[in-house]
Every structure is written in C-alpha cells, then in structure tokens.
C-alpha cells in the first residue's frame, strides 16, 4: 500500500524556521508532480507551493522568498524548508504527491506559530 507521511511540525516563534518532510513508501514506481499544502484554522486548503519531478517549483505569492521545497527522487521524499515564519503561516500541512499516476495525500503536520 503506497503512503506519504509528513514529519517535522511543531512550535515556532516568529521569524523562526521550520523545516518539513514527506517520505513516500509502499509498492512505487513513479512520482510525478509533489507538492505542500495548507489548512489554516477557519480556512479552506489552500496550495503552498510545488516541485516537478524535473525540479521546477511554484509558490503561493505569500510563502515566496521564505519556503523553499526540494526533492530526493532516489529517497522518494520531499522537503519544505520555512524560514521566517509568520503566525499567518499557522496550519496544517499537507504533502500531496502523484504515485503511480494516483493522487495521494499524507496525513498532515501541524504547524504553529506563536510567541
């Protein structure tokens, strides 16, 4: 059974840095497009940003300039470094990736940011 699992939210004060991670496992033969999402409180999911299998990224226009995401093809994992946080930044996020030509969603992180 193909997975995604997210590891590394927690608590952050602002300005700090966060940096999550997604590993895919199960019976996998090809990753296509993988990417970060967010659930805010009170908010719909919205995108964070995404990385082709070629390694050509998109960003929201609020997360530009302070996340980065990167992938290991070999290792089947990608990253979202978050540097400078804001409390606005607080959510659930979501790694999503295209295994196997299926849509597939992890579970989600937790992400807060606050004094």
């Known amino acids: 059974q193909v997975q995604l699992v997210e590891s590394g939210g927690g608590l952050v004060q602002p300005g700090g840095s966060l940096r999550l991670s997604c590993a895919a496992s199960?019976?996998?033969?090809?990753?296509?497009?993988m990417g970060w999402y967010r659930r805010a409180p009170g908010k719909q999911r919205e995108l964070v940003g995404i990385?082709?299998?070629?390694?050509?990224?998109t960003y929201t226009d609020s997360v530009k300039g302070r996340f980065t995401i990167s992938r290991d093809n070999a290792k089947n994992t990608v990253a979202l470094q978050m540097n400078s946080l804001k409390p606005e930044d607080t959510a659930v996020y979501y790694c999503?990736?295209?295994?196997?030509?299926?849509?597939?969603w992890g579970q989600g992180t937790q992400v807060t940011v606050s004094l």
């Open positions: 999503k990736a295209y295994i196997n030509s299926f849509e597939r």
């Open positions: 990385i082709t299998r070629g390694g050509s990224t």
């Open positions: 199960g019976s996998i033969f090809s990753i296509g497009t």
